[in-house]
C-alpha cells in the first residue's frame, strides 16, 4: 500500500495559520483520494477533508469550511493541508488517510473507507 509521512505540525496561537504536508511513496497508481483526520487526546478520530487523486474534489467537513483547504501536487506525490483561522478545539494529531476503495465517495467523512495512514502530526493551539 500507501506509505504516508505527515510534517509542518507545531504550536501556534489562535487565529495564526499552520500548513501541513504528507508525502506519499509507493503504489499510488492505484490511489483514488487522500484526505486528512484528527483525533484529540481521549477522542475518536474525527474526518477533516479529502481530495480526489484524479480530478482534485474536495470535500471538507462542515465546521472546517471556509478555514481549512486540501490542495495536492501530484507530480510530487505530495497532499497539502492549510489552516487559517486556528482555534484552541483545533488542538489534535492530525493523519494524512489514502484509499484504494472504489467506493470510498459514497461516505467520504468515514474513517473506514480509508486503508491506508501516517503516523500523525501534533498541531497545538494556544489560548
Known amino acids: 500500500q500507501v506509505q504516508l509521512v505527515e510534517s509542518g505540525g507545531g504550536l501556534v496561537q489562535a487565529g495564526g495559520s499552520l500548513r501541513l504536508s504528507c508525502a506519499a511513496s509507493?503504489?499510488?497508481?492505484?490511489?483514488?483520494?487522500m484526505g486528512w483526520f484528527r483525533q484529540a487526546p481521549g477522542k475518536e478520530r474525527v474526518f477533516v477533508a479529502v481530495?480526489?487523486?484524479?480530478?482534485?474534489?474536495?470535500y471538507y467537513a462542515d465546521s472546517m469550511k471556509g478555514r481549512f483547504t486540501i490542495s495536492r501536487d501530484n507530480a510530487k506525490n505530495t497532499v497539502y493541508l492549510q489552516m487559517s483561522s486556528l482555534k484552541p478545539e483545533d488542538t489534535a494529531v492530525y493523519y494524512c488517510?489514502?484509499?484504494?476503495?472504489?467506493?470510498?465517495?459514497?461516505?467520504?467523512?468515514?474513517?473506514?473507507?480509508?486503508?491506508?495512514w501516517g503516523r500523525g502530526t501534533q498541531v497545538t493551539v494556544s489560548e
Open positions: 488517510a489514502a484509499t484504494r476503495r472504489s467506493t470510498w465517495w459514497r461516505n467520504p467523512s468515514g474513517r473506514n473507507e480509508y486503508d491506508c
Open positions: 509507493g503504489d499510488t497508481f492505484s490511489t483514488y483520494a
Open positions: 481530495i480526489t487523486w484524479s480530478g482534485g474534489n474536495t
